[in-house]
């Protein structure tokens, strides 16, 4: 069965540092999304992307982060900056479509200290 | 601001017995709605998913119910089984687009033997 995979699954920064969190969405998928969970929270929506541009973005989603899809199957997060309250599992999505069901990845739980 | 929200935080039920999880939504434009179960350390998995069309969907093992009315959704399972405990969240389309969710809080499902 497809998958979302996410790299690395753990990853552990230093505030002031810039991650780059990896995705592979499903192959046939069109619509990307970076989603966060802080613990204990709610899933929270960062961004959705397609056709090689941003197409929505939340409050949370500022000039600290941008997306990118280097080639035909990577879709990654990076935080420029990273801050304390930037810990949390970062989820990563795709749909075929934009009002289908999104298919989650397993999460990278980020860490700054 | 408009939201989604679940109405109890835990749940606890016996194996064999059915469970009724229950979901308020504030965003009368939502015309998708999706349940989410999310195992410990794992991204949401896919439930369940109904149009705004639709008052009952079912699955295997599972029913979801929406009353547009009152605006609210619920995800039955019968005969609960040990592997169905998680956290179990709706999420809903929006606001603004089809493409982002906006998920409730999560009520956490514990199956007791």
């Known amino acids: 069965e497809p998958e979302v995979t996410q790299t690395p699954s753990h990853q552990v920064t230093q505030m002031g540092q810039e991650v780059i969190l990896r995705c592979v969405p499903i192959s046939n998928h069109l619509y990307f999304y970076w989603y966060r969970q802080i613990l204990g929270q709610k899933v929270e929506f960062l961004v959705s992307?397609?056709?090689?541009?941003?197409?929505?973005k939340s409050e949370i989603f500022d000039d600290q982060f941008s997306v990118e899809r280097p080639d035909g199957s990577n879709f990654t997060l990076k935080i420029r900056s990273t801050k304390l309250e930037d810990s949390a599992m970062y989820f990563c999505a795709s749909s075929v479509s934009g009002g289908s069901e999104a298919f989650f990845g397993q999460g990278t739980r980020l860490t700054v200290v | 601001g408009e939201s989604v929200g679940l109405h109890l935080p835990t749940l606890s039920v016996q194996e064999g017995d059915n469970s009724i999880i229950n979901c308020a939504y504030s965003n009368s434009a939502s015309d998708y709605f999706i349940w989410y179960k999310q195992e410990s350390g794992k991204g949401p998995q896919f439930i369940i998913d109904?149009?705004?069309?639709?008052d009952k969907r079912q699955g295997q093992r599972v029913t979801v119910l929406l009353n547009k009315t009152v605006k609210h959704l619920s995800l039955q399972i019968a005969a609960t089984q040990p592997g169905d405990s998680a956290v179990y969240f709706c999420?809903?389309?929006?606001?603004?687009?089809?493409?982002?969710?906006?998920f409730g809080s999560g009520t956490q499902l514990t199956v007791l033997p």
């Open positions: 999420a809903e389309n929006g606001p603004g687009s089809a493409r982002q969710l906006t």
């Open positions: 992307f397609y056709n090689n541009e941003i197409s929505e």
């Open positions: 109904i149009r705004s069309n639709m």
